[in-house]
């Protein structure tokens, strides 16, 4: 039967068995089996997290006059931000819930202006095939067109195949630092010199990469440049939440120059509620992970970030050193950090992937080529070679074909 509401009140200690009682199914990220979703940074960073969520549990980011310090905070964020992508003075930017309304905020900006400058009419966004599913969802969401950037066989994006799709409709061009998929930054500077070439607003997507590349850059590890130092690019995504280490509901959209906010923001006052304003899309604004990302930039600043890139880094070099010493395995493209498709030309990956997950682990599938999508955390650099031993031992012992479809989010194939 459905649940409903209880007819009589409970104890906290109840509640919380239940929802206990509830969790023994989920992925054990405590233990770093999850190779996505959890971005695990060690018990320090734990705690500072818990500390400034409770500090800030019940209030609201919508109403800065009546919550100044987390007006503070945001401003603080997005200036750190602006700094770390080298954008200076003249990059500004909003928090978002995330990097899906970050990217929804930096096409309806787009789309706005070009409306508003160009006379564009509909508007289409030009987009890597690796790009994220958010910007087809906001190009729905904001009824505007968008067009795929082909993905040759090397499984990069180049900018030539990018050129002849700008055109007068396109109201902006994206490219990813790194994509999603295979962890690879895209070819930056030749594509937003083409987008710049025609006038058009050029986004790049660091949505994962955005408080990961810089650290990974002070490393010493070679990297394409793919932020504000590049001309041409207008906006960038990045999200705490992941690499960043905050809670879930952190990240900020970065534009520049930053006098195109006022593009994103929304204002309306012809109502009796007086007027009313948002920098992005939410209303009432959760205050802990804007706490939360804040407490925690300051308690491990760059000194902080580095060492625990390192760590990170150095847990991929092995886990890719790893699975390129198995002769039936490799990974998929070349990774610019913490991101690893792994493939097989003799198995049946994903098989593969059900007997992972029956040893307890979780990642993320693909097809196009067939993969098992990891993200490596700090953390993860004391499980890899345990992982690496469980992937030998799957490889050997792994059904033929896996039952399970490639998948990201949610499952809504009963409701589509
Ligand atoms: C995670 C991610 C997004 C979407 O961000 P959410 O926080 O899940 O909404 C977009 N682009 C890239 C490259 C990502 O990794």
Redesign the pocket.
């Known amino acids: 039967m459905a649940r409903t509401l209880p007819k009589t009140s409970s104890t906290v200690d109840a509640v919380m068995d239940d929802m206990r009682a509830m969790q023994t199914r989920d992925g054990n990220y405590r233990a770093s089996r999850t190779w996505g979703l959890i971005y695990n940074a060690g018990p320090e960073v734990d705690a500072v997290l818990h500390a400034a969520a409770d500090l800030t549990l019940k209030e609201n980011a919508l109403n800065p006059f009546v919550f100044p310090s987390l007006k503070d905070m945001q401003r603080d964020v997005v200036s750190i931000a602006a700094d770390l992508f080298h954008g200076g003075e003249e990059a500004g930017g909003a928090m978002t819930s995330?990097?899906?309304?970050?990217?929804f905020m930096a096409v309806k900006t787009a789309r706005d202006k070009a409306r508003a400058e160009r006379g564009v009419k509909r508007g289409k966004l030009v987009i890597p095939r690796t790009?994220?599913p958010?910007f087809i969802k906001a190009a729905h969401l904001l009824d505007i067109d968008w067009v795929h950037v082909p993905l040759r066989e090397d499984l990069r994006t180049y900018a030539e195949d990018m050129a002849p799709l700008l055109d007068d409709e396109t109201v902006l061009a994206v490219g990813?630092a790194?994509?999603?998929p295979f962890g690879m930054i895209d070819p930056i500077t030749e594509m937003a010199a083409l987008a710049m070439e025609r006038n058009i607003p050029f986004h790049v997507?660091a949505?994962?990469g955005g408080f990961m590349l810089p650290w990974v850059e002070r490393l010493g590890i070679e990297l394409p440049l793919w932020d504000f130092r590049v001309p041409g690019v207008t906006s960038i995504?990045a999200?705490l939440?992941?690499y960043g280490f905050a809670i879930k509901g952190a990240?900020v959209v970065m534009h520049k120059p930053k006098t195109n906010m006022r593009y994103q923001v929304f204002q309306f006052g012809d109502w009796p509620g007086g007027i009313y304003g948002t920098q992005a899309f939410q209303g009432t604004k959760p205050a802990p992970p804007i706490a939360a990302a804040w407490a925690v930039l300051h308690l491990l600043g760059e000194e902080g970030y580095v060492k625990l890139a390192g760590q990170t880094m150095e847990a991929v070099q092995r886990l890719i050193a790893g699975v390129n010493a198995m002769p039936d395995v490799h990974v998929w493209g070349e990774p610019n950090m913490s991101v690893v498709a792994i493939g097989s030309r003799v198995h049946d990956i994903l098989a593969v992937g059900d007997a992972l997950n029956a040893k307890g682990w979780h990642f993320d599938r693909q097809e196009g080529p067939a993969s098992i999508h990891l993200m490596a955390s700090p953390t993860h650099a004391a499980i890899v070679d345990e992982f690496l031993s469980d992937l030998r031992e799957a490889l050997d012992n792994h059904a033929g074909a896996s039952t399970k479809a490639a998948t990201y989010g949610d499952d809504v194939s009963k409701l589509a």
């Open positions: 995330g990097g899906t309304e970050s990217i790009s994220h958010a990813g790194p994509n999603y997507d949505c994962l995504s999200d939440h992941k990240s």
